[in-house]
């Protein structure tokens, strides 16, 4: 089942933080958060494990919640470079990732 | 070091073809998956091979199928072409099969017309 992601879209000035939610209704083992931008391939971010361990880029905060099967991505003081489609994506067992239908994120200057 | 990189970058095919998608993946990973996007979607599963054997399988028709290689590069190969097979097409490549970083490479767009 497909996690879900809040908010669809977003649309910051540049030094404007942002949060992206995901949900599922299933418990994780693994949450994965990549960014899109139009015509290209997803790039990792961060991958957040079942028990804490986490593995990302520095400036990429995020949190899992693994009771209520939520993961948070925390997008801080934002730049251009920020904008795109951010997915996450779920993991139940072994990397077979369910992916959400996105957040669409804009940063203004 | 290279990335993931997939073949071809681009590709048209006429309904009722056959298509053959080829990925490598980063050195020392040994899983290999597959994802369709359809353009304004998420990616979705439909393979993952470790070690040259299927580990899992998404909800896709059996003209689908894949296999991974003793050099573990994977092959996704599409039978009986539909419109609806257009997207891209995604290989991710991970050392493990679970709890690891899958890293994706820059897809095939595939249209079929």
């Known amino acids: 089942q497909q996690p879900v992601q809040s908010p669809q879209a977003v649309i910051l000035r540049e030094g404007e933080d942002a949060v992206i939610n995901c949900s599922s209704s299933?418990?994780?083992?693994?949450v994965h958060w990549y960014r899109q931008k139009h015509g290209e391939a997803p790039v990792f971010l961060m991958i957040?494990?079942?028990?804490?361990e986490q593995k990302g880029h520095e400036k990429i905060s995020a949190s899992f919640n693994e009771k209520k099967q939520q993961s948070s991505l925390y997008l801080t003081a934002s730049q251009l470079s920020y904008s795109g489609t951010y997915f996450c994506?779920?993991?139940?067992?072994?990397?077979?990732?369910?992916f959400g239908a996105g957040t669409i994120l804009r940063v203004k200057s | 070091d290279a990335g993931v990189t997939q073949s071809p970058t681009h590709l048209i095919k006429t309904r009722g073809q056959q298509v053959t998608l080829r990925c490598s993946p980063i050195?020392?990973?040994?899983?290999v998956s597959w994802y369709q996007q359809v353009l304004g979607q998420g990616p979705q599963f439909i393979f993952q091979?470790?070690?040259?054997?299927?580990?899992g399988r998404g909800n896709f028709p059996d003209r689908f199928s894949a296999r991974q290689f003793p050099n573990y590069s994977s092959e996704l190969n599409v039978n009986a072409l539909l419109l609806g097979d257009s997207a891209l097409y995604l290989c991710?490549?991970?050392?493990?099969?679970?709890?690891?970083?899958?890293?994706f490479g820059q897809g095939t767009r595939l249209t079929v017309v």
């Open positions: 991710a490549s991970s050392l493990g099969t679970g709890g690891t970083e899958a890293f």
């Open positions: 299933k418990a994780l083992y693994s």
């Open positions: 957040l494990l079942k028990g804490g």
């Open positions: 994506g779920t993991g139940e067992y072994g990397n077979k990732l369910v």
């Open positions: 050195s020392g990973h040994k899983s």
């Open positions: 091979y470790y070690e040259k054997e299927e580990r």
